[in-house]
């Protein structure tokens, strides 16, 4: 096992022994022990097919875990439609950079490029993917290189402060809040005709938390122009106290989130971080 990967199976089974007293405290986001619940709540939803078009989420779903619960389990049954053809596939953001999501039918025998700002401690490259490092905006990267890309909760930090968590470059310390319309040209440009880009980013009331920021009705439509899709299809999904569901555009134009590395915009109702996700398919 590499070293890294060794580092943090330990501390996956720290969090894992920490799991009763995460309970004990009120299963509280982002304390020891929620990783442990976040994941398994995550593999379950992905194996039981939990986020399907026009079904309601199962009753307190994920209840106290952030958006990923709803994210993956969303992406997995785009990505496992009949007749869906992967082909080239672009992780931009770095989204799926796990070992449980990585080895997830049909992603452990994907065709998988990797992109993100940085170089990230744990790396699959031994398993077969590749990994590259940069500014989505402006890719090295061939017109028409990838069939199917996949952005999940990334495009909110485009164009922000990301000296925070992924880099360490000052240059990258930016106050754009349009930075995500370059990247969606990008997108556009890199993938095939009739390929399919998947994104997530959180929605609700504008705010912006300085390294992300929340997308609004205007913002999306923005997103969307900026791909000129032949085809879209878009899903909302809200969360309260008893947990995540499908929602209108209407229901979470109010929405609010909580950014865990300041505290604010806390709650108790347990957020993870989103209080409600568009969840967008666009076809080239």
């Known amino acids: ?22 309970v004990l405290r009120g299963r509280q986001p982002w304390s020891f022990g929620y990783y442990t619940r976040k994941k398994s709540s995550i593999q379950t939803a992905i194996d039981t097919a939990a986020v399907q078009p026009g079904r309601p989420l199962p009753d307190a ?11 993956y389990p969303w992406l997995f049954d785009r990505l496992r439609r009949d007749g869906v053809q992967l082909g080239r596939m ?13 080895g997830r039918h049909p992603l452990s025998k994907a065709d998988l490029t990797i992109m993100t700002l940085a170089p ?24 028409g290189a990838f069939d199917t890309i996949i952005s999940i909760s990334t495009l909110e930090h485009v164009g922000l402060d990301n000296t925070m968590l992924y880099t ?18 990008e997108f556009r440009r890199i993938i095939a005709p009739g390929g399919r ?24 439509q923005t997103l969307i122009d900026a791909f000129a899709p032949s085809s879209f299809e878009l899903e909302f999904f809200a969360y309260d106290k ?35 996700i568009a969840c967008i398919e666009l076809i080239r």
């Open 1 to 22: 096992m590499h070293v890294d990967g060794l580092v943090f199976r330990i501390k996956e089974i720290a969090d894992a022994v920490a799991l009763p007293v995460y």
């Open 61 to 71: 779903f994920g209840i106290g875990v952030d958006e990923r619960v709803v994210e």
């Open 90 to 102: 672009l992780d931009a953001g770095s989204t799926l950079n796990h070992e449980y999501i990585l």
């Open 120 to 143: 990230e401690k744990r790396c699959y490259w031994y398993q077969g993917y590749s990994y590259v490092f940069g500014d989505f905006r402006k890719t090295k990267f061939e017109d």
């Open 168 to 185: 360490n470059d000052p240059a990258k310390s930016e106050t754009n809040k349009h930075g995500f319309v370059d990247a969606m040209r």
């Open 197 to 220: 880009c998947l994104i997530t980013v959180p929605y609700g009331r504008y705010d912006n938390f300085n390294w992300f920021q929340l997308f609004d009705r205007k913002m999306i």
């Open 242 to 276: 008893n947990g995540w569901r499908r929602a209108s555009q209407a229901d979470v134009a109010d929405a609010t989130a909580f950014d865990p590395h300041s505290g604010r915009g806390r709650l108790d109702d347990r957020a993870g971080c989103a209080r409600a």
